[in-house]
């Protein structure tokens, strides 16, 4: 058998339930990994050794009881760290968090640990998930497993490293404008942002309330599929939770593609993206169609608006939810004469540039005089890009574009131009501000052997259709490749 | 200040008295120990999140109700934000421009005139922390640092503004007693001003008397008692309208009521405090109150204060008895019984409006305390209506009874005030007064009635006050008349 | 072309302190992502309502129920300043 770190959530656990394999030795594999690959990539920020170890063992003796928890018993699974663990530091890649050991868990990982999941740690991500490299990280950038002279993508940069790497066999990242399926694209594996308010946001330290979204990332459509009905489900804690019944995750996961109505979005799918992103783009669609999808090309109009929208609505959100990091309660404090001095420089210091910029940004949005042309006409153009997608969704099942415009970029290479940064996200806010379910599938590689990924949309609550889709997707681009630094005789 | 109107607004901040605070499961509690009665939603944690009290809504729709307001059927939460130490997540959520209630009103009695005060709206929001200053010189900015405690943060609030209505600090204190007792007769606050339970901030302004445009106000905070609600205001009027007589101008600021000093101070100002970037709070979803809501929570109101009042005054009473009777802790009731038990309303009323406020006054204790009982006003009542006590000793009698020496009976026989009824021992006493008094007696036989008072007046002296005025003037004027 | 916005202000209202040159560079940075944000200006939207939240929910409520606080040692375990139970902060400027 193949290192188990490499196996995806479904093999592994055939061989835990046959006995071929147990959690102890599944989670050694995955941290002996984590031993070699994190030199490299930096993608936890914390690697929660005995908490795993003693999490595995629990997993294998209610095994052996006869106490089998499901799909993600005794799996290793990694935690973007800014999902708060009670007892585990906690730091959103903050400065201003540094050493922050938080009460509480966040209901995902009560939801984990009730499956009987072992978590391996915290991973990397853009300082309180605002970026697309996870170079905005003040304990330093992660780096991308098929290239380290590349970012992974982010904001959940680590996360999708360590399962690309095989430092864990899956996790979980949050999607505020594509902080899961960017980085998925980035790094070949599967992300996908649920339908908002499907995942309870408790726990979940807030970046843009009425965007944030929690997901899986796994190296298959099923795995993601298993990992997101496990999490999803309402939440008592969480006011904006979904109370209806659940979509069922894998319900058509092998229905295939045959008579599925795939629009393919203009705004997203021509210009600014990247040729060889586009080839392979459109190469995916020609095999759906080959395959029996029925292919539409649709114009989205004001889904050519969403960036701009985007980067209005979310600033604006988080710049009251940043307001509680002042130096009082917890985390840095930086002294001051007074009060007022003390939380201007505990902020100042506390909070990375591109958190100063976001802040700022959406203070002035919402404030006298400006909230009308900007934060007010930001909430009406989001109108649109959900009407619009509704009507959209009554002529085709899925809609679909390329997740990111380029495959991964050399660190370094945008950090100077926020705003070239931000156009990593073209293709990927729309979803957020309309509050569908979106996944990312890696559909093959460029010339420089780097993932491409194939974004799939659905209509609220439409999980069912989304993994068929991406499920389809993945059976016809055929991608098995791993990065080098996951094949044994590197990792050796 | 002749020549001047005042024009006053009053913005009260009620806490609500549920079990649980309003946006988390810690127990809304006061007294216990600093930052024992927190969680992460409460101390504005990272990743924690809000979750509404429906208890919390039920009330605030009772008190939009109560005050006659539009109970809106979609409304919002916002986000208020502004850096306060004592406000977790330096914002606070609060409704602005979708509150739940609008366009009340509040009806109070002024000097035995109805008078109506319009309420703008009624909305629901959380309360802080609380910042204690240390090294304190009572000027905070001179104090050496602060403390907080995190124990109030989250208890609802609910906040009723007033229109600009009222035109006196009498009348804002009667407006604050008014919805004092409304509160409290709704039973979703304990409403005490001491323990800031029920809090009163005073927009003031002054203008030319008669004129139809509003003077730049001033909003004055720090007022926990009706009293000094009514010192404050009536303060800084005087402030305003000297500032303005001598030539000055009132700024807009918010000043701090010093109990000590009987003033009003101006606050350092918080910068851009006008700036609180509103906006919806995306952790919560809307509020829909639809009808059958409504209408569950409007048959569960309790008898209010108004209609209360408007009941006794059917009975034959004043407007300012009834007001009285309505504001005082357990007089309504007891009346009302002491009523029923038989008692003329009129000397219910004037009995309980008059000794017993004095005496409770007097002893600044509650009416539960005396001896007092709604039964002993009825047969105090029917013992005057006997003849057995004049007016006057009703008054003792009723003064024993709350000093707690027993029942009217016991009292008026321990203090000896029963009236001479027995007409034998009075005639004679009647006899020797005119024996006495020969020449005022040949003058009434000689038809001047004007002696007749005086003799009255020697007899009821020689009873001791006893006799039945009635009774001693017939005798009189028989007795010396017949010769 | 850039907008042209009040840093310094707005940094102000962010509890932000930050010293001149990095207003300076955050303006030309700052006018740069709203001239792009702006464009949201461009297209009509007369009597569309504005979103708030992406799915249509209403009265998400608790019932009035009480759950044991933290201890306080949970509550004050990161405090950066503390004093007698409570947490402790320098001399508040701003009355509130
Ligand atoms: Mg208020
Ligand atoms: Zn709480």
Redesign the pocket.
Known sequence: MSDPADLTIGAAGRALRSGDLSAAELTEAVLQRAAITESHLHAYLVLDQDGARAAAAAADAALARGEDRGPLHGIPVALKDNMVTRGLETTCSSQILAGYVPPYDATVVDRLRAAGAVITGKTNLDEFAMGSSTENSAYGPTRNPWDTDRVPGGSSGGAAAVVAAGSALAALGSDTGGSIRQPAALCGVVGVKPTYGLVSRYGLVAFASSLDQIGPITRNVADAADLLAVIAGYDPDDATSYRGDLPAMAGSLDAGPDGLRVGVVEELSGEGIDPEVLAGFRGAVEALAESGATIEELSLPAAGYGLSAYYLIAPAEASANLARFDGVRYGLRVDGATTEEMMARTRADGFGPEVQRRILLGTYALSAGYYDAFYGQAQKVRTLIADEFARAFERVDVLVSPTSPTTAFRLGDRTDDPLAMYLSDVCAVPANLAGIPAASVPVGLDERGLPIGFQVMAPALGEEVLFRAAAAVEALAGFRDRPALATSEVAA | MTGWEAVIGLETHVELATRS?M????PVSFGEDPNT???????GLPGALPVPNETAIDYIIRIGLALDCTVEEHSLFHRKNYFYPDLPKNYQISQYDVPICVGGHLDIVMDGEHRRVGITRVHMEEDTGKSLHVGDSGRIHEAAGSLLDFNR??VPLVEIVTEPDLRSPEEARTYARELQALILALGVSDARLEEGSMRFDANVSVRPAGSGDYGTRAEIKNMNSLRSLERAIAYEIDRQVKLVEGGGEVVQETRHWDEGDGRTHAMRSKEESEDYRYFQEPDLVPLHVDDAWRERVRASLPELPQARRARLEGLGIDAVAAATLVAGDGLAGMFEEAVAAGADPRAAANWLTGEVVAHLRRTDGDLAATGLEAGHLAELDAMVRDGKLSATAAKDVLAGVLAGEGSPAAVAEGRDLIQVTDTAALEAEVEAVLAANADAVSKIRDGDMKPVGFLVGQVMKATGGKADPRQVSELVRAKAAGG | MPIDIDVAKVARLARLALDPEELERLQGQLGAILEHAARVQALPTEGVPPTSHPLPMVNAFRPDEVRP?LAREAVLSQAPDEAGGYFRVPPILEQG
């Open positions: 605070k946006f988390c499961r810690c009665v927190c969680c992460p939603t409460c101390l943060s989250g | 606080p």
